[in-house]
């Protein structure tokens, strides 16, 4: 085994490309929206946050797809290596873009930013780009972020452990006990979307009893949350890959972008009254443990018919990781603006917000095309002895 060489990657699955995009889309707007929310009962497009749920089925499906035959030809640590040209590159842009817009998000909400001084943004920029959680010690937005220079960085911290745990354990078990593993990790998503708290520690969890919100934290109640929504999905999708079992439908992009939209979008189950929250947990408890995968078997059996399709779902999964790690400093800038223009007209308000969607797609593209192909070629080249084509 030659333990320097890039292996070349796989054909991808175009249609769970495109269904990454369009989750991702979903859940900018989902975020958008979130500035205006009076809390997780009454947010529209209230279900956006299981983006990051069905993310992780993907994700765990993809993984098994391209590596599971590929360890007699690759060793552990060009694994680790392949992830890091993967992911890190946007990982540090995302950063950057969160450091170079912090201060325009200010406002009486984010009362910490006025205190920052441009030395804390500095250390809080280079610690983030090792993917190093901090504490509540370092907050210097009022949030107690992981990264708070970017929010949604949390999820890539879980993305580089789910990949640990692959390459160390997992992938050495036959189907039997990750199947056992992953009915474990379904109990872990029943407890939480039901809000059963064997440990004492969900306490700051109540605002958003009886969802999956949350994970951002590095306290026990935030972790608890965090891993809870991590390992069923990735697991999940590792095992629908290595059964090789999937569904073949007409239309299957369409129909599968259709059940992810009506999924993110659809309103609060039960309504607001605390007596009927148990029923939203029961919908995100059948969206997470049986929805998305099939949803990911749908989109692996399926093909795509004509050049257009095609494009589109290239078009979508080209945007999609960019855009989900580059967005949250303009939901940050968003928030700013509406905190010192809360009696603007609405009219202002949509301006502002539908400006600032169509302006996170073009940044997320032209980081694609400009910084995330690039640097990962020239990393392929700097960390491996030779690239196979």
Not at 295 to 302: E, I, K, L, P, Q
Request: aromatic content about 16%; glycine content about 8%; hydrophobic content about 50%.
């Amino acid at each position: 085994m030659n333990n320097n060489v890039y292996l070349a990657s796989k054909p991808r699955y175009e249609i769970l490309d495109g269904l990454r995009g369009v989750a991702a889309l979903l859940v900018v707007a989902f975020h958008l929206f979130e500035t205006y929310s009076a809390g997780p009962q009454f947010q529209i497009l209230n279900h956006g946050y299981l983006a990051v749920d069905f993310f992780f089925v993907l994700s765990g499906f993809v993984i098994g797809y391209a590596y599971d035959d590929r360890w007699d030809r690759m060793s552990t640590w060009n694994f680790f290596k392949r992830r890091l040209i993967r992911l890190h590159p946007m990982v540090i842009f995302g950063s950057f873009l969160g450091l170079l817009l912090f201060f325009f998000g200010e406002f009486e909400g984010f009362a910490l930013i006025s205190q920052t001084h441009w030395w804390q943004l500095i250390i809080l920029f280079l610690i983030g780009c090792t993917m190093i959680p901090v504490g509540a010690g370092m907050d210097v937005r009022g949030w107690s972020e992981t990264y708070p220079l970017n929010g949604p960085a949390w999820t890539l911290m879980l993305e580089y452990i789910a990949n640990i745990l692959y390459a160390l354990v997992i992938r050495r078990l036959p189907k039997v006990a990750l199947a056992v593993l992953v009915c474990l990790f379904a109990c872990m998503t029943v407890m939480l979307c039901m809000d059963v708290d064997p440990f004492g520690i969900m306490e700051p969890h109540a605002y958003a009893a009886n969802t999956v919100i949350g994970g951002w934290g590095i306290d026990p109640c935030q972790l608890w949350v965090g891993f809870s929504r991590l390992l069923y999905p990735f697991f999940c999708g590792l095992l629908i890959s290595k059964c090789g079992k999937f569904i073949s439908v007409k239309n299957g992009f369409w129909i599968c972008a259709l059940i992810i939209a009506c999924i993110q979008i659809m309103p609060r189950i039960g309504g607001p009254e605390p007596e009927n929250w148990w029923m939203n947990g029961i919908y995100e408890a059948i969206c997470i443990l049986f929805i998305f995968p099939l949803v990911v078997a749908m989109g692996a059996g399926s093909t795509l018919s004509g050049k257009k399709s095609s494009a589109f779902c290239k078009f979508l999964g080209d945007i999609s990781f960019p855009l989900y790690i580059t967005h949250y400093p303009f939901i940050y800038m968003q928030m700013g603006w509406m905190g010192h223009h809360k009696d603007a007209p609405l009219e202002q308000h949509v301006m502002v917000s539908v400006c600032l969607y169509i302006f996170a797609i073009m940044v997320a593209y032209a980081a694609f095309k400009l910084y995330d192909l690039p640097v990962r070629e020239w990393l392929k080249k700097k960390l491996f002895a030779r690239v196979e084509k």
